[in-house]
Nanobody
Framework: QVQLVESGGGLVQPGGSLRLSCQAS????????MGWYRQAPGKQRELVAV???????KYADSVKGRFTISRDNAKNTVYLQMNSLKPEDTAVYYC????????????????WGQGTQVTVSS
């Protein structure tokens, strides 16, 4: 079964940096896109950043210039480098990916990670 395993969340002071990692594992044929979403208490889940297999990226306006998404295709891993963190960045961050299985490479399935807490506070 395909799984997305996240790491890197934690507590950081305002202005600090944090790097999130998410590695996909299992019966994987290909990954079309990988991205990060976040959800703060009482708010809807929102897209933070997404990167496609060819390297094209998209960011939420609130994180442009501060966050950078990247991926290592050989490792099936996506990263989110978060700089100049603000208290409003506090949320549960979820990894997301569109993946085709080696059992059936024709169809993509969307997967979510378990979520990792990012808290920005002094």
């Amino acid at each position: 079964q395909v799984q997305l395993v996240e790491s890197g969340g934690g507590l950081v002071q305002p202005g600090g940096s944090l790097r999130l990692s998410c590695q996909a594992s299992g019966s994987i044929f290909s990954i079309r896109a990988m991205g990060w979403y976040r959800q703060a208490p009482g708010k809807q889940r929102e897209l933070v950043a997404v990167i496609r297999s060819g390297g094209v990226t998209k960011y939420a306006d609130s994180v442009k210039g501060r966050f950078t998404i990247s991926r290592d295709n050989a490792k099936n891993t996506v990263y989110l480098q978060m700089n100049s963190l603000k208290p409003e960045d506090t949320a549960v961050y979820y990894c997301n990916a569109d993946i085709t299985s080696r059992d059936d490479s024709r169809w993509y399935t969307n997967y979510w990670g378990q979520g990792t807490q990012v808290t920005v506070s002094s």
